[in-house]
């Protein structure tokens, strides 16, 4: 298959999702064009079955916002043309659903048909595509997907719930590519940050309001007021010198790193006991998940998606939004020795049910129905 996928190719979740599929589908023999503004963050060019495509903003001085989503339409119709694409891919409704729709029907003119899948990610729904003024603009080019994709059953009922959507969305969970998240020897990098074998705890996220970093700020003070640990914080975005603030006023900066953007996360993951994630909203957990290959356990809210990742009383466990006392409480549950080991195996062996082996066929056998649907 000739495959076109538009995402956002930033550290967000739903750009590594897409970006870790279309090397997935290279691998299996199809060709992937990746159509975006800048290079994925994790893409590289190994397979030669790999192709991308810049979108190219040429600004106006009349412009005070340069209209990205014609950019991206006029991008799409060029390389479904003369790359011959079977189908597109598209991650995040908003803005990429309406610009495949309307290089869809541009493309229809000169008698070319391309089908486009909308995969929802998260906050495309529970988030921004509620906003009134983009609402009608997400519920029309979802509808007019060829398929619709979600991330989470959780993800799907929401998109029912809040929008007129009139045809079946199919829930593809995110997946884990197990050989390179799976816990690695990194003994050296455990000892220079717990010199005296403190237990070691990590979150990282985009540090966006919904995430609630200063929930993990508060649930690492109340387990540091008891036993010896470690806190690394992985990830950049609007809310973190706030949350620096917040550990200067907590007194909790010594034993607090902040470590920025990591390409290789499953470094500090491998050598972590405990990954925190009391996000408001998260229609499944990526980064929960990678923890979890790496024989993490999770303390996490009971939101969105992550319920359907995260096992209670198994895999870690899971608290209301918000409720600090009780995350902190299963926190220091799971990290006794005699209870950390059996949270670790039963992470891993969670994070095998979304191993990539298993959930790449998955949308292979979606985008075989959708085209197969075109031909009738
Ligand atoms: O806000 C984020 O976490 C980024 C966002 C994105 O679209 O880039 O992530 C969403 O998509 C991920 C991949 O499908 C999911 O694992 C995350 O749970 C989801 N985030 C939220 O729902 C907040």
Known sequence: ?????????????SGVVATELGKALAKMGHKVHFITYSQPTRLDFVNPNLYYHEVTINTYPLFD?????????????????????????????????????????????????????TTLHGTDITLVGKDPSYEPVVTFSINKSDGITAVSESLRKETFDHFKITKEIRVIPNFIDLSRFSKQKKDHFKKAICPNDEKLIVHTSNFRKVKRVEDVLTVFKNIRDIMPVKLLLVGDGPERMIIENMCRELGTCDDIRFLGKLEHIEEVLSVSDLFVMPSEKESFGLAALEAMACEVPVISSNTGGLPELNQHGITG??????????MTKNALFIL?????????????KRAEDFSIDKILPLYENFYEEILVAQKV
């Open 1 to 13: 298959m000739n495959i076109g996928i538009v995402c956002y190719p930033t550290y967000g979740g």
């Open 65 to 117: 916002y340069p209209p990205y989503e014609l950019a991206l339409s006029g991008k799409i119709v060029d390389v479904v043309k003369y790359e011959k694409l079977d189908l597109l891919h598209v991650h995040y409704a908003i803005p990429h659903a309406s610009a495949a729709y309307m290089a869809r029907e541009i493309l229809e003119t000169e008698g070319i048909y391309i089908p486009f899948i």
């Open 317 to 326: 466990f899971l608290s209301n939004v918000g409720d600090v006392e009780d």
């Open 336 to 348: 006794q020795d005699e209870n950390l080991p059996r949270f670790k195996k039963a992470a891993l």
